[in-house]
């Protein structure tokens, strides 16, 4: 079992920014794969970005060059959001893999075993 808690959300202008923190516990003997996705109601929860034990990093490709992964499963998983627009508010997740470092599919929220509890971003404008 692996253990997920989602920190930093909060309410934020559009253009400013907020980083996400996750704090990763638990059996991660396999070197899990570490994500963020995103969900609002009524919708399917969509990928943000992915991240490996090489410190490889996938990004929906809407949020490249304004989100960035960093962090690995010892120290925590961290999301830096920048130039956030309304389009930007959702519940934001973390999440890992049961299956170790994954080959194929980094941002299918199908791929991912273990979630946070998730934590809100409101972007007003």
């Known amino acids: 079992q692996v253990q997920l808690v989602e920190s930093g959300g909060g309410s934020v202008q559009a253009g400013g920014s907020l980083r996400l923190s996750c704090a990763v516990s638990g059996d991660i003997s396999n070197d899990p794969h570490l994500a963020w996705f995103r969900q609002v109601p009524g919708k399917e929860r969509e990928g943000v970005a992915s991240f490996d034990l090489f410190g490889r990093t996938i990004y929906a490709d809407s949020l490249k060059g304004r989100f960035t992964i960093s962090g690995d499963e010892k120290s925590g998983l961290y999301l830096q959001m920048d130039s956030l627009q309304r389009e930007g508010t959702s519940v934001y997740y973390c999440?890992?893999?049961?299956?170790?470092?994954?080959?194929?599919?980094?941002?299918?929220?199908?791929?991912?075993?273990?979630w946070g509890q998730g934590t809100q971003v409101t972007v007003s404008s």
């Open positions: 999440a890992a893999s049961s299956v170790g470092q994954l080959v194929s599919g980094h941002l299918n929220p199908s791929r991912y075993a273990y």
